[in-house]
């Protein structure tokens, strides 16, 4: 291996086929590149679906109540089943591992008044704990607090559009609104990224502060949100458990799917990620598919490179030389071509990927790179594609014989 005669006889085989050896290094370097610069894009597409799903509170578990549909246990179906506070005190308890956070809501579709104009929005009763769970963000003042919670104040927070539909060319913190028969002041003001304008034209106040103008412990939804820690099937569990506890506190069947809605987006992700991982096969089929036309090329350039050799084989064996020794030059040969163009593919590939950043972020691809155990698996590759270009080649030239060599025209 560390021959200095045999490193010189490889290097002045491939210097004297310059052009060939080139073209046929050039398909695996090609190879490579289009396999790691997809395989990186295929990295940035993923972060880029995290970044705006997973990271949007998208894992949430939202529980509503519903009408059941079936008989069960004494009760007739068409039953209208309504959450409590204590059914969100009760998960909250029972989960205490698996849950960040877990709020109740109470919403309402009232007038909101201000002077002359008016008009019907969506206003909601929230804990303070709501603003870490949904993908909204408050750009002006600030959420609903936990001194809101314990004075029962009349404050609330506006969408941008709200904002706009009341008080247009203003910032209306400390400014009234009427909901209903009441008077609430503004405190902040939030954009919703995602959410559009509904998201927007929508007002939050104080859970217990609609609590008690209400006179009501009735919840509207229970949203809890997953520990970050926790994988799909955890979220998946849990919310299948959350449902098969709460059908048990209210005598609901097992097969009745609406009587008490339970619904995460575990699933709708573990879709995502099935998504991914046939990408990354088909990542893997067109790299698959340029390396095996890059062995095929290395082989052949090998094949002739044995065919222009044979009287010297011969001599070789004639003197001596063992067919192992003949069959590791041509592969040595073999392997040192596809490691060279093959790091060229890698290199450029890696650079490229690496320096996207987040340039192509509105392709939702974000961030896109390749891990080191990839470049190892790519180094890896090569390393077995050398020895199979090489290997058919080498074990022809291994099998000549001196005197048939010696003929040779």
């Known amino acids: 291996m560390f021959d200095i005669d045999r490193w010189s006889e490889i290097w002045a085989s491939i210097s004297s086929n310059k052009l060939r050896t080139s073209l046929s290094g050039l398909t ?3 190879a490579l590149f289009v396999f790691i610069t997809l395989f990186g894009l295929g990295n940035g597409l993923q972060n880029g679906f995290q970044k705006q ?12 109540g519903g009408t059941t549909s079936e008989s069960y246990n004494g009760f007739k179906k068409g039953r209208e089943i309504k959450l409590k506070e204590k059914d969100l005190n009760f ?39 709501y603003e870490n769970i949904i993908n909204e963000n408050v750009t002006i003042g600030r959420f609903i607090n936990k001194k809101d919670m314990d004075n029962h104040t ?74 970050d820690n926790l994988k799909l099937d955890d979220i998946k569990k849990l ?8 059908k048990n506190r209210y005598s609901i069947s097992p097969d009745d799917f609406s009587g008490v809605r339970v619904r995460n987006a575990a699933e709708s ?3 995502t990620d099935q998504f991914f991982f046939i990408l990354t096969v088909v990542v893997f089929i067109i790299g698959g598919g340029s390396l095996i036309a ?8 090998m094949v002739f490179s044995v065919k222009e050799r044979t009287k010297e084989i011969g001599i070789r064996k004639a003197l001596g030389a063992t067919p192992v020794s003949v069959l590791s030059l041509i592969m040595q040969e073999a392997i040192i071509i596809t490691l060279i163009f093959g790091a060229i593919g890698i290199l450029l590939a890696t650079l490229v990927v690496e320096n996207i950043g987040d340039s192509l972020e509105d392709y939702f691809i974000y961030n896109p790179g390749v891990e080191s155990k990839s470049l190892i698996l790519a180094t890896v590759i090569l390393f077995v594609a050398g020895t199979v270009s090489g290997m058919i080649p080498a074990l022809r030239a291994a099998r000549i014989k001196p005197i048939d060599a010696l003929r040779d025209e």
């Open 294 to 301: 890059g062995i095929v090329s290395i082989g052949n350039i």
């Open 239 to 246: 919310s299948s458990t959350i449902d098969y506890n709460l």
């Open 154 to 227: 009349k404050s609330i927070v506006i969408g941008r559009l709200v904002a706009q539909d009341f008080f247009p060319g203003q910032i209306p913190i400390g400014q009234n609104l009427q909901i209903g028969k009441g008077v609430y002041q503004i405190v902040g003001i939030f954009e919703s990224p995602d959410g559009g304008d509904n998201a927007e034209r929508s007002i939050y106040a104080s859970y217990t502060t609609f609590k008690t103008i209400y006179a009501t412990d009735e919840v509207s939804s229970i949203i809890i949100a997953p520990k």
């Open 53 to 64: 799903f997973y990271n949007a509170n998208s894992l949430n578990i939202t529980i509503s």
């Open 91 to 129: 998960i909250l308890n029972s989960f205490p591992e698996q849950i960040k956070y877990g709020v109740a809501t109470i919403s309402k579709s009232d007038t909101i008044r201000n002077g002359a104009n008016s008009g019907s929005y969506s206003v909601t009763g929230v804990y303070p704990d």
């Open 28 to 30: 695996i370097a090609l």
């Open 269 to 271: 992700m573990e879709e």
